[in-house]
């Protein structure tokens, strides 16, 4: 059981290029998340997805955009990638409904932009 | 909007207890969680409290929740070197169908010999 699986695990990019985190689940989870984690700041949701259909903005959305491919995929887009946008990237999954909100994390994508 | 505090940096000697304390804003929390992040790794959850209770025991985890001063706390006995990583509370601002945690900034537990 694979869990939470994001490609690519290392990324280095130039100002203004693009490119697209990708994150498939396995667990049949309803629910799909990015956050952002950065020293000193913890995690901050990007984009959520509730359920397959659906996306919705989280805390820091600006310079990026998602798609919930089908139930199992949900990737990251950065259009035109910024230094600012340096920083380790995290996809996460839950369930729906009669449980405890647990997420489940996949290992992280760490980009630097230069 | 939310803001989940921690302290940055926690030593221990192996063999003691550790603390770590936790401050959040959203009275309206359902559920508090401890995760447990190791080097190069994701978040995996160590233990979680139900906002209607105080306590919860789980072998060397001891979680207390004070909803008055809205101050959550993970105790590890006996701390070990594998105990050692980042430690982040959350607070859930569950949406219905999804799960909105707010993370803390995380505190780094050092175990030293």
């Known amino acids: 059981n694979a869990g939470v699986t994001q490609t690519p695990k290392f990324q280095v990019l130039k100002t203004g290029q693009s490119m697209t985190l990708q994150c498939a689940q396995d667990?049949?989870?309803?629910?799909m998340y990015w956050y952002r984690q950065d020293p000193g700041m913890g995690l901050r949701l990007i984009y959520y997805?509730?359920?397959?259909?659906?996306?919705d903005k989280g805390e820091v959305p600006n310079g990026y955009n998602v798609s919930r491919l089908n139930k199992r995929e949900f990737s990251l887009r950065l259009e035109s990638a910024a230094p600012s946008q340096t920083s380790v990237y995290f996809c996460?999954?839950?369930?729906?409904?009669?449980?405890?909100?647990?997420?489940?994390f996949g290992e992280g994508s760490r980009l630097t932009v230069l | 909007g939310e803001d989940v505090e921690q302290s940055l940096f926690l030593s221990v000697r192996e063999g003691d207890s550790s603390v770590i304390n936790c401050t959040y804003t959203d009275s309206s929390s359902t559920y508090l969680y401890w995760y447990k992040q190791e080097p190069g790794a994701g978040l995996q959850l160590l233990t979680y409290?139900?906002?209607?209770?105080d306590m919860k025991q789980d072998q060397r985890l001891t979680v207390l929740l004070n909803k008055k001063d809205k101050h959550l706390s993970l105790r590890i006995a006996d701390t070990q070197t594998g105990d050692s990583a980042i430690y982040f509370c959350a607070e859930s601002l569950s949406t219905g169908t999804a799960s909105k945690l707010t993370f803390g900034t995380g505190t780094r537990l050092q175990v030293t010999l």
């Open positions: 409290i139900f906002s209607n209770m």
């Open positions: 997805s509730a359920s397959e259909g659906t996306t």
């Open positions: 996460a999954s839950s369930r729906v409904g009669g449980n405890t909100g647990e997420l489940f």
């Open positions: 667990m049949n989870h309803n629910s």
